[in-house]
């Protein structure tokens, strides 16, 4: 049982690798930002580090260790999508309640792991954008990975949007912990305060969509920032699996006109935004 076992592990495992070839050398092929995508996700899956990405990884990762670790119970005013109830985009109130949560269970529940983070951090440094902004910030995890990579390109923001003010303070709290200055923490619902972040931004280089994972919200916030996505922009998306509407929100992503360029790795979605003109491609590379 247990070498069957072992085989099926190998031969998915040798599959995820002729797959991932196969979407390296396509995205090479392409040429421009794809280049620099498939440099990142090349990076992150062989876990090449340099020093300077090493510092800053053995600084974020202790503070999530502390965070985890931690027993401190706060009210948190909850905007997270649940499958049970029905969309929540054009509700007053988001669906939102207070719940008392301990920051641990936060930290495990909500950030992205070392290793999503690591392709964050690795695509932002790769792509040097010069604004960026993350819908879902939560204590702050993913967003200290950005901008770590943002203080290593010695150029560039982040903005990032959060409903819970709790969650905000404690965010502002460890971006200061770990040493970076190049963020803002912008507190309200994505609904009530993107508008005003885009119109201050201008230009969106780059955005990370972690929050309100629901189809009709997915869909509203892609709409409501393509105007301000320059060409080349690459917008993430997490949780594009997590349910039927996120399903069924990334394929019209993916068909959107000014998407020319979609690359599939099961939990996250990439898209790259072009002037148009340019033949659409679809990358299929699911990683476990
Ligand atoms: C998955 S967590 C973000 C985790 C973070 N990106 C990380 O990896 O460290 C999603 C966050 O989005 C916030 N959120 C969800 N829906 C929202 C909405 N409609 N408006 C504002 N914030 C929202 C939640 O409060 C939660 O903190």
Not at 165 to 180: H, M, P
Request: glycine share 8%; proline share 2%.
């Amino acid at each position: 049982m247990d070498n069957a076992r072992e085989t099926i592990k190998n031969v998915a495992r040798i599959a995820f690798r002729l797959r991932a070839r196969g979407a390296m050398s396509a995205l090479r092929n392409r040429g421009g930002v794809a280049i620099m995508i498939g440099e990142a996700l090349r990076e992150s899956l062989s876990g090449k580090l340099s020093p300077g990405e090493k510092g800053w990884i053995v600084k974020i990762e202790q503070l999530r260790r502390s965070l985890c670790a931690s027993r401190l119970v706060a009210p948190i005013r909850d905007f997270g999508a649940r499958r049970s109830l029905r969309e929540t985009y054009d509700r007053n109130d988001a669906g939102c309640r207070v719940v008392l949560r301990s920051i641990g269970d936060i930290c495990r529940d909500a950030s992205k792991s070392p290793f999503w983070c690591l392709m964050l951090l690795k695509l932002v440094e790769k792509l040097r954008p010069a604004t960026c902004i993350e819908l879902g910030t939560s204590l702050g995890i993913s967003a200290c990975y950005q901008a770590a990579a943002l203080e290593m390109q010695g150029n560039g923001t982040l903005v990032t949007l959060e409903g819970a003010d709790s969650l905000a303070t404690f965010a502002r709290e460890n971006l200061q912990r770990v040493g970076l200055k190049n963020v803002h923490v912008a507190v309200g619902r994505f609904q009530d305060i993107l508008g005003g972040v885009l119109e201050t931004s201008q230009k969106v280089d780059f955005a990370f969509v972690d929050g309100h994972h629901e189809e009709n919200a997915t869909l509203a916030y892609f709409s409501q920032m393509l105007p301000y996505l320059s060409a080349g922009a690459v917008v993430v998306f997490d949780d594009i699996s997590w349910s039927d509407g996120m399903r069924r929100a990334w394929q019209a992503i993916v068909q959107n006109e000014k998407a020319c360029l979609s690359i599939y790795l099961r939990q996250m979605g990439l898209c790259v935004i072009c002037d148009g003109g340019r033949e659409k491609m679809k990358i299929r590379m699911p990683l476990v």
